[in-house]
């Protein structure tokens, strides 16, 4: 049985991006939802997730693509994001464990996108931003980005960068780096 508190969801969102401004008509989506479950007791991580999200006010375009390593074809095979929205709520509690992205843009994403489509935020006011925590525990003058922040604390990056459930993957390595240092602190926005 869980016990409140004893998991953390350490999320990463991958949206559709272009080389410059979005097209006309277009706008930022997310794409794919990855997501690492973290036992904050035994501090390790237990699960990893990934959920494709099909956009519906843009398309993937070849720069997202080389970035993401995602299709139009792959996401077009995706859930919507209502559906997603619902999935982190049923299948990982989003709404009542505490949450973690690398700084707030994930965040900040999912407000926009959940204002934009009616759609019902999916997570608790628990969310840590581990870019300044990172940043905090490492007394650092400057945020560093995920793949700098794991060379910095002299980790490996695992999988793909800019994969939503590798870069979730990785940054849950970093929390579990900051909590090894007794620097983490479950924060709410």
């Given at each position: 049985?869980?016990?409140?508190?004893?998991f953390?969801?350490?999320v990463?969102?991958?949206?559709?991006?272009?080389d410059?401004?979005?097209?006309?008509g277009?706008?930022?989506?997310?794409?794919?939802?990855?997501?690492?479950?973290?036992d904050?007791?035994?501090?390790?991580?237990v699960?990893?997730?990934r959920?494709?999200v099909?956009?519906?006010r843009?398309?993937v375009s070849?720069?997202?693509?080389?970035?993401?390593?995602?299709?139009?074809?792959?996401?077009?095979?995706?859930?919507?994001?209502?559906?997603?929205?619902?999935?982190?709520?049923?299948?990982?509690?989003?709404?009542?464990?505490?949450?973690?992205?690398w700084?707030?843009?994930?965040?900040?994403q999912?407000?926009?996108?959940?204002?934009?489509?009616?759609?019902?935020?999916?997570?608790?006011s628990?969310?840590?931003n581990?870019k300044?925590?990172?940043?905090?525990?490492?007394?650092?003058?400057?945020?560093?980005?995920?793949?700098?922040?794991?060379?910095?604390a002299?980790?490996?990056?695992?999988?793909?960068?800019?994969?939503?459930?590798?870069?979730?993957?990785?940054?849950?390595?970093?929390?579990l780096?900051?909590?090894?240092?007794?620097?983490?602190?479950?924060?709410a926005?």
């Open positions: 049985m869980e016990r409140f508190g004893q953390l969801n350490v990463d969102v991958e949206a559709t991006c272009w410059g401004p979005p097209p006309p277009q706008a930022s989506e997310i794409i794919e939802i990855g997501l690492c479950v973290v904050v007791e035994s501090r390790t991580r699960a990893k997730h959920f494709l099909r956009p519906v843009s398309v070849a720069f997202c693509t080389e970035l993401t390593g995602l299709t139009q074809a792959e996401v077009e095979s995706g859930v919507e994001f209502r559906e997603a929205c619902a999935l982190l709520e049923q299948e990982h509690r989003s709404r009542s464990r505490a949450w973690a992205s700084g707030d843009y994930d965040r900040k999912f407000e926009r996108q959940c204002s934009a489509g009616r759609v019902s935020y999916p997570f608790s628990r969310h840590t581990a300044q925590a990172f940043t905090d525990c490492f007394g650092l003058q400057r945020r560093l980005g995920m793949s700098a922040a794991l060379d910095h002299g980790l490996a990056l695992e999988g793909r960068h800019h994969s939503g459930a590798d870069d979730a993957w990785n940054i849950a390595a970093l929390i780096e900051i909590m090894s240092r007794e620097g983490w602190r479950t924060g926005f």
